[in-house]
């Protein structure tokens, strides 16, 4: 006999566990927005700066030393950056895969058929 009490129970369960996962997606996508934003809002920062003290220059060689620790500084921090990003990516897609890994981990395998 169908039990609807357990089922409604296990709906519940089903649905609460759905928007829980939900609202940590969400969070992490947050997270990587304020990170992009921040990291976009230092970069401009750090262009500024570095626009300013090219305009103080006097000679060609201190530009070009200017120039080659700017593009290295930033080049660092771009690899940083994505770096940190990729593992956030990383983690929001382990967190987005959670719910999936009991029901995929006792799914049957299919065995190819025999001819």
């Known amino acids: 006999m169908f039990n609807f009490e357990e089922a409604?129970?296990?709906?519940k369960e089903a649905v609460d566990a759905m928007v829980k996962?939900?609202?940590?997606?969400?969070?992490?996508l947050q997270a990587i927005a304020v990170e992009a934003s921040e990291y976009s809002k230092k970069s401009f920062q750090d262009l500024a700066t570095h626009v300013e003290s090219l305009s103080?220059?006097?000679s060609i060689e201190t530009a070009m030393e200017l120039q080659v620790n700017f593009v290295k500084s930033s080049y660092?921090?771009?690899v940083a950056e994505a770096t940190k990003m990729t593992?956030?990516?990383?983690?929001?897609?382990?967190?987005a895969y959670k719910?999936?890994?009991?029901p995929v981990a006792k799914a049957p395998v299919p065995t190819p058929a025999a001819h």
Do not use: F, H, I, Q
């Open 21 to 28: 996962n939900y609202s940590e997606v969400a969070k992490g």
């Open 56 to 58: 103080g220059v006097r």
């Open 87 to 95: 593992e956030m990516y990383a983690d929001l897609a382990k967190t």
């Open 8 to 11: 409604n129970k296990k709906g």
């Open 76 to 78: 660092e921090s771009m």
């Open 99 to 102: 719910p999936y890994e009991a």
